[in-house]
């Protein structure tokens, strides 16, 4: 299974999650290694890229730094090793989609991603890689998109970007309602409060997709573990490690019997008195080992 990294994810001056965990990951593959992983630098996304999806004022500010409140409006102080790593980042994203679409499944260590607009960043994403996704697969012939986003928070700002194209279909399970959006035709947004919910919610949504969607030849997930219940932004309550680990066998055992290409990446999952590093490692490698299973199976 392909997996796209580069040291340039992490590039970034601000040391906070979205901007390291990546390189923490690969530190743990190469003392644990998991079987059956490629790990793979992407291409950057150019700047025309980013366009293509992006207001050009927004993406030429992110790359300058002014005006300096719109280049930091993810939440991150700018600093100019910024731009490299949201290239490479996002980069990595549309490298997943276009590699799963000829190979089954491929994935990439970006985050940070899925609140992000067309003219502003949100929520500690400042290009939104799902959607330019989407853009990539489609310019290559795809037909039918599903974005399946299980971040704790909402995807408002992919919703944004991909609801008036026909042939993407969003589901969306939050259990906070951070960046919450009005659910279209194509799309459902459901907001978990009580944990016991979580995978039956789940299930329902993906079986209603099953009777009442097109056969997809691309599913994009954002597989946050921020709903994990030791998670300091966005956990729930009662949502352990091993309901997470149900979730990833769930989603790409789906995705398998189908014949579905899927394209991950890491989404949401940040430290806290409930969640050291080795923790929030762990959580994310469920996301990798559950790719390569499916990848071989």
Not at 127 to 144: I, K, S
Not at 242 to 252: N, S, Y
Request: hydrophobic share 40%; aromatic share 8%.
């Amino acid at each position: 299974m392909k997996l796209f990294f580069s040291p340039d994810y992490v590039r970034s001056g601000h040391a906070f999650e979205t901007a390291r965990k990546s390189q923490w990951i690969v530190e743990s593959l190469r003392r644990e290694p998991i079987g059956g992983i490629d790990l793979l630098a992407p291409d950057p996304l150019s700047e025309t890229q980013l366009c293509e999806v992006h207001d050009p004022s927004y993406v030429t500010a992110v790359r300058t730094g002014e005006p300096r409140a719109l280049a930091e409006s993810q939440g991150f102080p700018w600093d100019p090793s910024l731009w490299s790593m949201v290239c490479a980042s996002n980069g990595g994203a549309v490298a997943a989609a276009l590699t799963a679409l000829a190979e089954g499944v491929a994935g990439s260590l970006s985050s940070g991603l899925h609140h992000a607009g067309r003219g502003r960043g949100a929520g500690f994403c400042t290009f939104n890689g799902l959607a330019l996704g989407v853009r990539a697969a489609r310019a290559a012939g795809t037909g039918a998109i599903l974005v399946l986003d299980l971040d704790a928070h909402c995807g408002g700002g992919t919703h944004s970007l991909v609801a008036d194209d026909p042939q993407v279909w969003q589901l969306d399970i939050a259990v906070s309602p951070f960046d919450t959006y009005a659910p279209t035709a194509r799309t459902t947004l459901d907001l978990v409060r009580d944990a016991a919910r979580y995978l039956s919610v789940l299930q329902s949504r993906l079986q209603e997709l099953e009777a009442g969607a097109p056969g997809f030849d691309l599913c994009l997930y954002n597989a946050g573990m921020d709903p994990f219940e030791g998670c300091s932004i966005g956990g729930l309550r009662g949502i352990t490690r091993a309901i997470l680990e149900v979730r990833e066998r769930l989603v790409f055992d789906w995705c398998g019997r189908r014949r579905i290409p899927v394209a991950f990446v890491l989404a949401g999952g940040y430290l806290g008195p409930g969640l050291d590093e080795p923790g929030l490692v762990a959580l994310h490698r469920l996301t990798l080992s559950a790719g390569v299973r499916a990848r071989d199976g």
